[in-house]
């Protein structure tokens, strides 16, 4: 063991293709399903909304699906990101367990989603698309959209939670920066946006309902692609880059991680940091693999696996997920980008199928484990990451408490630059862990749609 901190991959090893989880699982994802007919969709029902690459990414079974080289060329921007080992805060813990991050916040947006909007922006220009329109929660997606729509020439429109287009005036000084146009959801653009306001004209917002306004526009404007941040099969897929990087350099490390860990929101950077080392562990690989969620929206802990719109306003195909239920209102705290009723599909199943652990913890305590990571790395981890970082802790304390070393990866997936509001209220002690409301949770999970 050397006293190395960083560890860095030069550009050469980008990866040249992601990993395709769907060509290992021991037993095959279930298919979306038209939510009129009952039957699994085909490409022609995603046309209206996505590309055709990225619909053939989405259903494809191939291992490796090459990085186009205008991507790769982007991705060196900030790719190979470092994978450091928290030596400070080991320290500072007392604990015998080696802890190794991987900091996806060096992008220039500030988290991992521009690993996936790059390749989005791409695949549409490539396709002759004009415009892009989507959602943002905490303004991290929207703002790499953003960045990757000025790249590539693209129009963006962005529909913001509002809770958090409130809470982050920044982010969307962001996107504008970049040339996108950023709107508080619910709004009175779309119908779905007019729905909710007919109900609840004070409502937060939510990603449900920003995704059916995102849709809607997109599906009704023949100029207009929708781009989704997370959630679906083709965005975990180009997430995959951050963990095939830190299986190189857990390597140059020396180290094999005992515990993978990542947050999930829809469960985009847990599946880039951890579907190749699901993959190694198909193959004997001794590693657990935890996702860690907000306890006040509980998906994959307290979710039931099911069939479930993507969203609010019942726009999208079904999918089978871990799902709060697509009506269910989560409270809103400030990991906005961890407010969804959903998983990802691919997620949910392999929890299902036994290959990951889920874990959830309230947001007080993700603050606290934030500012002792920040006060002996130096990082400021954005609220989302936080839950990766106090399940990390968690892990070292086990470790201490055993008297045992443990090596322990987690994905930092963001900073917290623009989130300092959430920080400054944690530290003034505004900060309450608001519980979900179980009646209103009981009634949206009674209202998930009946699949023969
Ligand atoms: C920094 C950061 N981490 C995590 C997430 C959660 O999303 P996902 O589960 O898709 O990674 C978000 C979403 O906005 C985010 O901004």
């Known amino acids: 063991m050397t006293d190395q901190t ?3 991959l030069p ?22 399903l038209h939510p009129g007919t009952g039957q699994p969709i085909g490409p022609d029902d995603l046309a209206p909304i996505f590309p055709m690459a990225v619909i053939a990414q989405e259903v494809s079974t191939e291992r490796w699906i090459d990085i186009p080289e205008p991507v790769r060329d982007v991705y060196r921007l900030w790719r190979p990101s470092p994978l450091i080992r928290a030596r400070r805060l ?10 190794y991050f991987k900091y996806e916040g060096v992008s220039p947006a500030g988290s991992h989603k521009p690993n996936t909007s790059v390749p989005q922006a791409f695949y549409n220009q490539q396709e002759g698309v004009k415009r892009l329109s989507t959602e943002t929660g905490a303004g991290q997606w929207g703002s790499s959209l953003a960045f990757a729509g000025s790249l590539f020439g693209l129009e963006v429109e962005v529909f913001m939670v509002r809770i958090s287009y409130n809470q982050k005036p920044y982010r969307r000084a962001l996107m504008e920066t970049y040339g996108a146009t950023c709107i508080p959801s619910p709004s009175p653009l779309t119908a779905a946006g ?26 009704s404007r023949d100029d207009t692609k929708y781009a989704l941040g997370s959630v679906l099969n083709h965005v975990c897929l180009h997430q995959t880059v951050i963990g095939e990087e830190a299986l190189a350099q857990m390597e140059m490390a020396g180290a094999t991680p005992d515990v993978v860990i990542a947050c999930t929101g829809g469960g985009s950077n847990f599946a880039g940091l951890a579907f190749p080392y699901i993959r190694e562990k198909l193959k004997g690989m001794n590693v657990r693999v935890v996702a860690v969620e907000p306890t006040s929206c509980p998906t994959l ?11 609010t306003g019942h726009l999208t195909p079904l999918v089978k997920m871990h799902t709060l239920g697509s009506t269910f209102m989560p409270p809103g705290t400030h990991s906005g980008g961890l407010r969804y009723h959903g998983m990802a599909p691919m997620v949910s199943h392999v929890a299902e199928l036994g290959l990951i ?5 309230p947001q007080t305590e993700c603050f606290a484990a934030a500012l002792a990571f920040a006060r002996a790395e130096g990082i400021v981890p954005a609220p989302e990451s936080s839950h990766a970082v106090k399940a990390a802790i968690v892990e070292a304390e086990a470790a201490k408490a055993e008297g045992k070393a443990r090596t322990i990866l987690f994905n930092l997936s963001g900073h917290g630059h623009f989130d300092m509001q959430s920080y400054t209220d944690y530290l003034a002690g505004k900060l309450k862990d608001p519980d979900y409301d179980q009646v209103a949770l009981d009634r949206a999970l009674a209202e998930l749609p009946a699949v023969g």
């Open 357 to 361: 652990e889920a874990t959830a913890y």
């Open 6 to 8: 960083k560890f860095l």
């Open 11 to 32: 550009e050469d090893k980008l990866p040249k293709a992601w990993y395709n989880l769907a060509a290992d699982l021991p037993v095959a994802l279930p298919p979306p």
């Open 194 to 219: 007019r729905a909710v306001l007919a109900k609840d004209p004070d409502s937060n917002g939510s990603l449900g309902i920003a995704i059916s306004e995102a849709v809607e526009i997109a599906a």
């Open 301 to 311: 802990t307290k979710g039931r696996y099911a069939y479930d719109f993507g969203d």
């Open 90 to 99: 080991e320290k500072a813990l007392g604990t015998p367990a080696r802890i």
